[in-house]
Structures are given as C-alpha cells and as structure tokens.
C-alpha cells in the first residue's frame, strides 16, 4: 500500500496481517548539461543519506566547460564536482562555450599582413591571409608558427584551415631583390650556392673551391667565360645573373731521364692524373749495371723498378749505370810470383796479362787458369773479360846432385848421388876402414885435405866428392947386439896385415943369446 505513514482496518470481518518494511533515507541530485557536453551520472540521481556523490563534467571536442552551477549557484567551469554527506536533494548543472584560438600577424619592416594583429577564431574555424609588401619591397621571408612557408615573394596569401591551437604568422619585408643562380660541376663548391638573392645594388662574392686533387676549370658567368677564377664578385645587382663552375683533375708531370749505358721506361716527360700512379722499369745495358736511382733528387738505391703510387706532386726520376766490373784473383805457391799479384778489378770485356816467373833456384811446375792446368807457362792473357776468374802459379825449387864415391878402403856416407833442393845443405862422413887412413878428399876436383867431414850448404849447382883412402904403414926396426945378425936388417916397411920374416943368426964363435920382440924375450 505504499510507503504510507498509517493504515486503518474498517468493517474488518476476517483476519488481517499488516507488515512495514524500512529503508534508509535517499535523496536525489539532479544533474544536467546543456549542448556540446555531457555530465556523468546524468539526470535524477538516488543518494543514500549522508553518503558522497561525484559528477564528472565533459565537453565535446572543441568546446571546453563554461561554468557549473549547484544547487543555483556557480562553482566555475570544474571538470568534477563532490556532493558530501548527503542529506537534502540537489541541482548540479553544467554549461560548455566553444574553444577560441588566437592567430596573430605579425609584419616586420616594409609591408604589412591582413588582417592584422590578434584575430579570434572558433574552433574549426578558417582564417585567411595576405602578405602584402610595400611598394618596391618584397616579402623575404614568412613563417607559420615558426616554419618558413615561403621567401623572396612579392605577395603571398596563406589560410589556415580547421583551426584547434594557437598560432603566429609572420611576414619579413626588405628591398627588392635579385636571384644570382650559383651552380657547380662535381669535384668543387661554389659558395653560396644555389638561388642567392641579392638587395638591389649590393653586391655579391662567390668562391669557387675545387675539392683536393681537382681545380677550377672555367667559370661561367651569365653565359661567358671568365676563365678559372676562384672568386668571383657581382656589383650593384640590378638584375638576374647566372654563375657556374667547372673543374678538373689535376694533373702532374713524371719526367725520367736516364745517363749512357742503360734506359728507363716510360722515358721523358709523362703526364698523370692526380691519386693515379706509374711504374717505371730501369734496365741497364750488356756489361752495365745500374748504379744508383735518384728520385725527387734523393737516392732510392740501385733498384730495377720503382712505383709512384698516389701523385699529388711533379716528380723527377733518374737512372745512373755504371760498368760491370769482375775480378781477377792472382796468387803464387811455392818460390815464384804471378804479376800482377793478389785481386785485380777488370772492367766488363777488358783485358789483363800476367807474367808468371820463378824465383831463382826455382822453376815453374804449372799455371792453374779456372782450375784448369796450362802447364808452366810463363805469361798469360785473360780476353774479353765477363766473368770473375783466378789464376794460380804452382813452382818448385831446382833439384841439384852431390855424386859421392870412394877410392880404396873407406866409405863416403851417404854414398852415391843424393838430390839436394835449391839451397839446400847436406853433409858428408868420410871413414878410412881398419888399419887405413884417409889419405885425401876431393870435392869438384879441388883436393880438401884429409878431412872426416864435408857440408854442402846453399847449394845451387851439381857437386862430386871423392875419398881417397890409404893402407897404413908400420916401420920393424931389426938391431943386432953383438957377434951376430939380423936379416933384414935395419928398419922394414911392412902394410897394414902384412908379413916379415927375420932371421937371427950367430957369428962363427957365438951364439944366440936371446931375441927381444917389442921387449920380450922371446
């Protein structure tokens, strides 16, 4: 039956039940937005008591909260509002304004923007502009929050569309220019490049700048040129001109020269492109050989080849040949000489001779040329020399005889012929055998007395010696004492193991009384 307060039976003829149920109390916060937004929760909003209730606040895109208002009066444009510890009913409504951005025009110098100054738009709104300059001026630059949207114009007209920020534009006015179009060809910069625009009756300097190892080949100028400048300057501009550059490699100069006796490849004065790099070959000619390579006037040594590599620069190269020479090797063994002596340095397809002598007492045995034995030769010539060679004189000393005999009984020792070498020595014994004595030694027929012993010293011719030997001879002196003889009498000669008789014999009336040999009775 409701929510109501009392209830009353009447005419009650049957049994009845009546029951109430409670609740807490609630109350409503009505909440509304009007266009371009919403509130949330939106409408009729049941709120226990003393229980807190928020409401967010949304504009639609573009519009932004104007102003909220509670209970009929205005908390300002929050985006969420609170209702705390409810206990009475409430009115929460909110109103939203369309965003409004500001654009502002900006002119500097001679000319102006229109509109101009600060402009309000509404959101999504268009505005249009024109950049106007002054009379004899030009716009030189226009930027758009910032950005520049266009340069050296005269006039210009710019719209911003859907608007939903802020923004700025701004217009730079100058005097009227003039474009000098600078270009340049690979391999160089011209400086400033591109469209240069140039105030009326200023001037302009370009620079032309090869890169390394390049340079200015020709500049153009307004279709002419003016050969390979590196600056260039337009004065008091009153119109448009034209620049341009070409540029080139550089080149340089190799130039090889080589003195008699050899040659050098490439020869003369060659031409290469700067980085690049050549080879050149040096050969000497037969019988040469190269004595030293001077580059860039410094000594590179005695090489065969030698490689520019990278050339920046001009180089000067130069071959210096010299003749081969070979030497002679000369030597002597033994008493002799091989003139001239030691090593001996021949020119390439010279010639040399040598004499080959013995010392005295010596001859030569043999000549050794290249190991090859040509006998004992006393010169020899070495033609057309192209090779190192020796020569070797081999000699020996003379060899003498001492021829040594004897005559009778002894010994000349060492007997018979013995050699002796060129200034050599040898000695001789000379012996008298048993019971004989040496009775001469003759040596190269000159009688040298009994002497034992004989020395041949430096000896250098043919030499004879001969012993002459005699038997010994022993004297018996036979001597008679008294009536009596001895026969033979007197002294006796007798040799060495011979042999004598003697008789004694007594005088008529005697007789032998005795007979002392060598005082012995005998």
Avoid: C, K
């Amino acid at each position: 039956i409701g929510a109501v307060a009392s209830h009353s039976f009447s005419n009650v003829t049957a049994n009845h039940t009546i029951s109430a149920t409670f609740a807490i109390d609630q109350f409503t916060i009505t909440a509304s937005a009007g266009a371009h937004g919403t509130i949330q929760p939106g409408g009729q909003v049941w709120v226990s008591e003393d229980e807190n209730q928020d409401f967010t606040i949304v504009p639609a895109t573009g519009y932004h909260v104007a102003d909220v208002v509670v209970d009929g009066v205005s908390v300002g444009a929050v985006a969420t509002y609170r209702f705390t510890t409810v206990d009475t009913p409430h009115t929460i409504a909110a109103s939203f304004a369309i965003d409004r951005f500001t654009v502002t025009a900006i002119s500097v110098d001679s000319g102006s923007i229109v509109p101009s100054g600060v402009s309000y738009v509404n959101y999504g709104d268009s505005l249009a502009y024109d950049v106007v300059p002054n009379s004899g001026y030009h716009a030189d630059s226009v930027q758009v929050d910032g950005v520049l949207v266009a340069s050296e114009v005269s006039a210009f007209h710019y719209t911003f569309h859907d608007i939903i920020t802020n923004h700025v534009i701004r217009a730079v006015f100058g005097p009227e220019e003039y474009p000098i179009t600078a270009d340049a060809g690979v391999h160089g910069t011209i400086a400033p490049t591109g469209v240069v625009w140039v105030a009326e009756l200023h001037d302009q300097e370009f620079t032309l700048t090869p890169q390394l190892g390049y340079h200015v080949a020709e500049v153009v100028v307004d279709g002419s040129s003016i050969g390979p400048v590196t600056t260039f300057r337009f004065n008091s501009v009153d119109s448009a001109h034209t620049i341009s550059a070409t540029f080139a490699i550089d080149q340089f100069v190799v130039l090889a020269s080589a003195d008699a006796h050899g040659s050098i490849s490439p020869a003369g004065s060659s031409s290469h492109a700067y980085g690049d790099g050549v080879e050149v070959t040096i050969t000497a000619d037969a019988g040469y050989h190269i004595a030293d390579v001077l580059v860039d006037s410094a000594s590179v040594g005695a090489v065969g080849t030698y490689s520019f590599t990278t050339i920046t620069r001009n180089h000067t190269i130069s071959a210096v040949f010299a003749i081969d020479q070979f030497s002679i090797a000369a030597s002597a063994v033994g008493g002799g000489s091989v003139t001239p002596a030691g090593v001996t340095s021949i020119n390439y397809d010279g010639s040399q001779a040598y004499a080959i002598a013995a010392n005295v007492g010596h001859h030569i045995d043999s000549v050794v040329v290249d190991g090859v034995n040509l006998g004992a030769v006393t010169s020899h010539t070495f033609s057309n020399v192209v090779a190192n060679h020796s020569i070797v004189g081999y000699f020996s000393a003379d060899a003498f005889t001492i021829t040594a005999s004897s005559v009778g009984n002894g010994t000349v020792t060492p007997a018979g012929v013995t050699t002796v070498l060129y200034g050599g020595s040898q000695s001789y014994a000379i012996t008298a055998n048993a019971g004989h004595h040496i009775d001469s030694v003759v040596v190269d027929g000159v009688n040298q007395g009994a002497v034992a012993s004989r020395s041949f010293s430096s000896v250098a011719a043919n030499h004879t010696i001969v012993g002459y030997f005699s038997v010994n001879v022993y004297t018996l002196t036979a001597t008679v004492h008294g009536g009596g003889s001895i026969t033979p009498s007197g002294v006796t000669s007798v040799n060495f193991g011979g042999g004598q008789s003697y008789a004694i014999a007594p005088n008529g009336g005697n007789v032998i009384d005795s007979v002392v040999v060598d005082g012995v009775n005998q």
